[in-house]
Structure formats: structure tokens, C-alpha cells
């Protein structure tokens, strides 16, 4: 089964607009983690929830988790035209490291400044 | 802030011939990965290393693959003969060992003609 989808696919909007970016999963995870990658560069870590948290928050990022949902949202607040970017939600089973992450497909996001 | 570093960032090559792809991850991480995003798809797992041998790997990690750490610092993925289809961006990763939070490198952009 596919894990990690995320939607929209893309989105635009409007500098200083808030984004928000979902990510649905189908099995059971420990962990899920959101990156970006600018384009054709790396990727940057942003944050890891565990599955035991519901919520957690990193200056302008706040990602939320619903494990009965299998679902989970990152919301990018007064976005700004550097958040330009695709984001990919990651998640795994591990409950210590040395676990592969399992990536979405990504949400294109666009900036408008 | 400690980083992981890839070289080359760039690498072209004729198909059947043998890449040799270099990492340093963070240093006082345990957990080493790669995992590569051909143009416009998932980025994809393909091995996982710890304690001086493979953990996991992808069925994608087949016998022209091989990892190694040769010394206390670098990281290496080399593809024995290498086909069109290798093309792709290849990342490297570590973590360490409170969670699974994994730190991935800028990436290799490989381009096998």
C-alpha cells in the first residue's frame, strides 16, 4: 500500500496567507517528520511528532497528528516568499533510529509575493 | 550547526561505468542512509547502516550496489555498472539515536548517459 500521500498536490497563495499541507498514511507509524527541498536541492528537516503527540510547534510551523485519522497537517503561518518549496511528510515504525522513512509525494507550495 | 556534506554534488557518467558516491554525515551519529529521488517522483529508501553493516535495503539495492564506511568519517555508495535508468538525485542521511529524526545531506545529482 502507498504510504505518506500528501494534498494539495500544489499550492498557491498570497505572502503573509497561512498554508496548510496534508499528509494521509495507511499503516501504523511511530514516527512522522516534514521536510523541504527547494528545488533540485536537499532536503531540510522542519519536524518530528511521534505518535503520541498530537501537536507540536517550530516558530512559524505548527503539524499536527490524528493517528485515527492516519493523517497530518503542516501549517506554515505568515508565509513569506522564501517558504517557497515542496514539502514531503515521512514517516516510520521505529521507536529509536535506524528505521527507513517512507515519503509522500509532496506538496508543491508557491509563495505569491 | 553540524551538517551532512555529499561530494560530488554533480556526477556524469557512461552507462556501464563504476560511481562511487561520498558522504560525511553528522559526527556523532550511528545511523547512515541512502535514498535517491529520480526527477519528479518519491524520494525512495534504498539502504540503511549501522555498526559497520547493512541494516535493510530496498529490492532497488540489488548486487551493483554496495555501501561502505571506510573510515571514521565518510560514507560511500557505489554502483558497480552503472545503467540510464541510475540516474537520479542520491542522498545520504544519518541519525542519531534518540528517534528516528534523520539529517539528509544536500544530494549527489547522478546522470548516467
Known amino acids: 500500500s502507498q504510504q505518506g500521500e500528501e494534498d494539495p498536490q500544489a499550492l498557491s497563495i498570497q505572502e503573509g496567507e497561512n498554508a496548510t499541507m496534508n499528509c494521509s498514511y495507511k499503516?501504523?507509524?511511530?514516527?512522522l517528520q516534514w521536510y523541504r527541498q527547494n528545488s533540485g536541492r536537499g532536503l531540510v528537516h522542519l519536524i518530528l511528532?511521534?505518535?503520541?503527540?498530537r501537536e507540536k510547534h517550530s516558530g512559524r510551523l505548527r503539524v499536527t497528528l490524528d493517528t485515527s485519522k492516519k493523517s497530518s497537517s503542516l501549517l506554515i503561518t505568515a508565509s513569506r516568499a522564501a517558504d517557497t518549496a515542496s514539502y514531503f511528510c515521512?514517516?516510520?515504525?521505529?521507536?529509536?533510529?535506524?528505521?527507513?522513512?517512507?515519503f509522500g509525494t509532496g506538496t508543491r507550495l508557491t509563495i505569491i509575493p | 550547526e553540524p551538517e551532512v556534506t555529499q561530494t560530488p554534488s554533480h556526477q556524469v557518467t557512461q552507462m556501464g561505468q563504476e560511481v562511487i558516491l561520498r558522504c560525511v554525515p553528522i559526527s556523532n551519529h550511528l545511523y547512515f542512509y541512502w535514498y535517491r529521488q529520480i526527477l519528479g517522483q518519491k524520494v525512495e529508501f534504498l539502504v540503511s547502516?549501522?555498526?559497520?553493516?547493512?541494516?535493510?535495503k530496498s529490492e532497488i539495492f540489488d548486487d551493483q550496489f554496495s555501501v561502505e564506511r571506510p573510515d571514521g568519517s565518510n560514507f560511500t555508495l557505489k554502483i558497480r555498472s552503472t545503467k540510464l535508468e541510475d540516474s537520479a538525485m542520491y542522498f545520504c542521511?544519518?541519525?542519531?539515536?534518540?528517534?528516528?529524526?534523520?539529517?539528509f545531506g544536500p544530494g549527489t545529482r547522478l546522470t548516467v548517459l
Open positions: 511528532i511521534r505518535s503520541n503527540e
Open positions: 515521512a514517516t516510520d515504525k521505529s521507536n529509536f533510529g535506524n528505521e527507513k522513512l517512507t
Open positions: 499503516t501504523s507509524i511511530n514516527n
Open positions: 542521511a544519518s541519525g542519531g539515536q534518540e528517534n528516528n529524526e534523520q539529517f
Open positions: 547502516f549501522y555498526n559497520n553493516e547493512i541494516s535493510e
